[in-house]
């Protein structure tokens, strides 16, 4: 049940900042309220004491496909409309929301919406449209990740610019939100110094899926352990493809190169 | 848990199968799953249960094919089995590899009963 205007879901909550109502995604929820206390010893044989007739039928589908699909018609709304989408990845806490704060204030000239995924709360959206930027927080409750769909119900409702430039923060995870294209142009995982610099190797699935990484809090590199050549030795590992920014979101050192890439993105 | 989210996709994908066949009940889903598909088999196996509850694949077997993962050097060619993303290609030492296989999350097969059968 939805707890705060016991509609009796447990589904997404859409919310534009400013407005009094949320609403409902359309039955594409992830709730975990299943029992977890009972026995699992059970046994697979079936007595099949009657006559029975089983068949196989052969399925060949993926899994996440019904995903995928909406990520490629989010994938073509944004071609469409010249919007250069990025998707922003991270464990709790490494500096997502401060850095699209940061960002949004130097990117005025531009056109740009986000869009905040937490399970929780409306505090990122609050300190997003503190900027001036239109923002909607989606909650996803129980749900550990944005998929497609709710990137899909969410920027109906932001009604975004042609040429603009939309910013989703996706769930602090740093597994799951990996297998779930949005429809994306590019994925931003987001690492802080003072995190391990070990972490694309611990969680590789979700460096895998990037193209590009963001080192942050590198003002805070004199007070920690952290090699920012062997974080990126490890991440080039995983993938050598991606590309590096270093950078302090708190005292702006080192975002002149990331506006200047976001800038080269937006023509 | 984004396991969860996935067996409630598995059910949905097997159950619509199910249903275009006029099935009163799915026994056994087939799934294929790459060893870098970034998913939890038994996370997985708890989650199916669950998922399966008051549905057509109540009481199912989930049958997961777990798949190597396989590589292909940028450099070279060579093609090579792995079980990390870190992986080297054992010829020339690079990291510049592409990964062709492991990543899969397909659902193979389901069996399902027939009308007229009982499946106690
Ligand atoms: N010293 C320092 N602190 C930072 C930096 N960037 C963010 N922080 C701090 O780190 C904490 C978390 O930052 P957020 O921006 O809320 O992190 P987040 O990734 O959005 O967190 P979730 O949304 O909860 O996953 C806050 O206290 C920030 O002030 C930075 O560059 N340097
Ligand atoms: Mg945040
Ligand atoms: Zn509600
Ligand atoms: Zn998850
Ligand atoms: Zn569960
Ligand atoms: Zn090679």
Not at chain 1, 47 to 61: C, F, L, N, P
Not at chain 1, 249 to 264: I, K, N, P, V
Not at chain 2, 55 to 82: D, H, P, R, W, Y
Request: charged share 25%; with cysteine; net charge negative.
């Amino acid at each position: 049940m939805c707890d705060t205007c016991g509609c009796g879901s447990n589904s997404t909550t859409f919310t534009k900042h400013g407005e009094k109502e949320h609403h409902h995604g359309d039955g594409h929820h992830h709730d975990h309220d299943h029992d977890h206390g009972h026995n699992h010893d059970h046994s697979h044989e079936h007595d099949h004491s009657t006559h029975t007739h089983g068949r196989t039928i052969e399925v060949e589908q993926d899994v996440l496909g019904e995903n995928n699909l909406l990520a490629q018609r989010n994938r073509g709304y944004f071609e469409a409309k010249n919007i250069f989408a990025l998707n922003l990845v991270s464990s709790p806490g490494s500096g997502k929301t401060t850095l699209l704060e940061k960002t949004l204030v130097e990117l005025q000239d531009v056109p740009s919406a986000v869009i905040e995924g937490d399970q929780q709360t409306m505090n990122d959206a609050d300190r997003v449209a503190a900027t001036g930027v239109p923002v909607l927080q989606i909650n996803t409750g129980n749900g550990c990740h944005l998929d497609a769909n709710m990137i899909h119900t969410a920027y109906g409702e932001l009604e975004l610019k042609n040429d603009s430039v939309l910013f989703i923060e996706n769930v602090g995870n740093l597994v799951c939100p990996a297998l779930f294209d949005l429809g994306e142009n590019k994925r931003v995982v987001i690492i802080s110094v003072t995190e391990g610099e070990d972490k694309p190797a611990k969680y590789p699935t979700m460096f895998d899926a990037a193209d590009i990484c963001i080192i942050n809090k590198i003002d805070l590199l004199p007070y920690v352990e952290f090699d920012v050549a062997r974080c990126k030795e490890h991440a080039l590992k995983v993938n050598h493809q991606l590309e590096f920014f270093e950078l302090s979101a708190t005292t702006g050192e080192g975002m002149d190169t990331w506006l200047s890439w976001l800038r080269d993105n937006l023509k | 848990m984004h396991e969860m989210s996935i067996a409630i996709n598995i059910v949905s994908i097997a159950r619509k199968e199910a249903e275009k066949e006029s099935a009163p009940s799915i026994s056994m889903i087939e799934l294929e799953v790459g060893k870098l598909a970034g998913v939890m088999v038994d996370s997985l196996q708890f989650c199916y249960e669950a998922a399966c509850k008051g549905t057509l694949a109540e009481g199912s077997e989930l049958q997961i094919i777990e798949l190597e993962g396989q590589a292909k050097c940028m450099q070279c060619g060579n093609v090579f089995t792995i079980d990390s993303f870190m992986a080297i290609c054992p010829k020339c030492d690079t990291y510049e590899i592409e990964i062709i296989q492991g990543k899969e999350l397909r659902l193979k097969a389901i069996s399902i009963n027939e009308e007229g059968s009982s499946h106690v």
